[in-house]
């Protein structure tokens, strides 16, 4: 049976987690054309739409913090071009870095990897997939640099207008 104290404390981790959703929703709800996604690591990613051609914006910090990592998104439309823009900076300084490499790959969800989309090496500020089927989907940038520093932005298919 477990003591008073820590089911207070269990109830107060809860009562905390509940009102921190409640302030993300409102703040998702009160800005025009913008999402709160969260990844697996419950970092929040916010994506701004800037058109009809629902272009987004995502940025996060790199697992082990030395990147600040942008993804300008394109073209959201299942069985159209997709294309991702990336743009690596350093994490302190905010200077973006030129010629870095890593690898690129796509899940469907946060754990399918789907077959032919593990790019390894590769150096291009851009990258297109073509994307079938609507859905959540996961963009993993990892191996950055040569490092064991990686990044997950999860997408909507097609993205989430409001």
Same mark, same amino acid.
Request: avoid cysteine.
């Given at each position: 049976? =477990?003591?008073? =104290?820590?089911?207070?404390?269990?109830f107060a981790?809860?009562a905390v987690?509940?009102l921190?959703?409640?302030?993300?929703s409102?703040f998702?709800?009160?800005?025009n054309?913008t999402?709160?996604? #969260?990844d697996e690591?419950r970092e929040v990613k916010?994506y701004?739409?800037?058109?009809k051609?629902?272009?987004?914006m995502l940025?996060?910090t790199?697992k082990?913090g030395?990147?600040? #990592?942008q993804?300008n998104?394109?073209t959201?439309?299942?069985? =159209?071009?997709?294309?991702f823009?990336?743009?690596?900076l350093?994490?302190?300084t905010?200077i973006?870095? /030129?010629g870095?490499?890593?690898f690129?790959?796509?899940?469907?969800?946060e754990t399918s990897?789907?077959?032919g989309?593990?790019r390894k090496n590769?150096t291009s500020?851009?990258?297109?997939?073509?994307i079938k089927?609507?859905?959540?989907y996961?963009? %993993?940038?990892?191996s950055?640099?040569?490092? %064991?520093e990686?990044?997950?932005?999860l997408?909507?298919? /097609?993205l989430?207008?409001?």
């Open positions: 049976m =477990k003591s008073k =104290k820590i089911i207070t404390t269990e981790i809860l987690l509940a921190m959703l409640t302030i993300n409102s998702a709800q009160s800005i054309k999402d709160i996604i #969260v690591e916010n701004s739409t800037t058109s051609d629902a272009a987004a940025e996060g790199s082990y030395k990147y600040k #990592v993804l998104w394109t959201d439309n299942t069985g =159209k071009e997709n294309v823009t990336i743009h690596f350093d994490a302190k905010g973006e870095l /030129p870095v490499t890593y690129i790959m796509l899940f469907k969800g990897l789907l077959d989309t593990i590769q500020s851009q990258q297109t997939y073509i089927d609507e859905g959540i996961n963009l %993993r940038l990892s950055i640099d040569g490092s %064991r990686k990044i997950d932005f997408i909507q298919i /097609p989430r207008q409001q």
